[in-house]
């Protein structure tokens, strides 16, 4: 908190830093319900200035992140007025931008948003398909198994070879191909698997190895 800073939420909490040094006597009712609803009193002694204490309640400790002098519970209810001021004055809910015309959000963080949704869905569909590569076929490179666990190199392969068909239907985009993936699984109707990029391009290219007729016409062209 900045000192000779005169917004609202440094005065109410320099009211609540009074109120929680005032002593026990002065504070404590006859009553069970004047006791239930009295915030909890600190000692004195440990609300000095290098104990890690919530600047703005002066109870709870702190976040615990690097320039966060509040703690949670305070944060919570911070942004979400702030929230409600800023969705009564029609800016960005998020960050208090202009917002997109029949949007709660600015285009800035409606993208932020949206990329945040497509990994999540990402992450479930690979989740639900096993998280690793799922090839197992004796003429891959691999001996067995395949043994690549790694989300980030990942690709989604279509067992009946009809991606063209999900990639039309979504019409080349991002997030309705992943929210489309999920939903499938979702149905129990999906042909997909997890394969790793070099299962896969070999996968793709197995079409090109030779046939036992092709190798028989070849043996007859060189005799």
Known sequence: MVRGCRCSHSRRANE???MARKPMAATAGTGSD?????KPER?????????????RCKIRARTGKKGQYWCSPCRV?????????????????????????DRQSCA???????????????????????GRC????????????????DMRVLQIDHIDKDGHHHRRDTKGSKDKRWLAYAEAIRAGSHRLQILCPTCHVLKDLSRLLP???VEAAADRLRA
């Open 134 to 149: 799922a090839c197992s076929r004796s003429d891959c490179f691999h001996p067995q198994a395949c043994p690549v666990a």
């Open 43 to 55: 000692p004195v002694e440990l609300l000095s200035a290098d104990e890690e204490i919530c600047t």
């Open 16 to 18: 609540t830093g009074s």
């Open 108 to 130: 800035k963080c409606n993208i932020s948003r949206r990329g945040t949704v497509t990994e999540a869905n990402r992450l479930w569909v690979f989740r639900q398909l096993g």
């Open 77 to 101: 209810e911070y942004n979400k007025a702030r929230r409600i001021v800023w969705a009564a004055e029609g800016r960005c809910t998020r960050c208090g931008a202009e917002r997109v015309a």
């Open 34 to 38: 004047t006791a239930m609803t009295r």
């Open 211 to 213: 046939t036992p007729e």
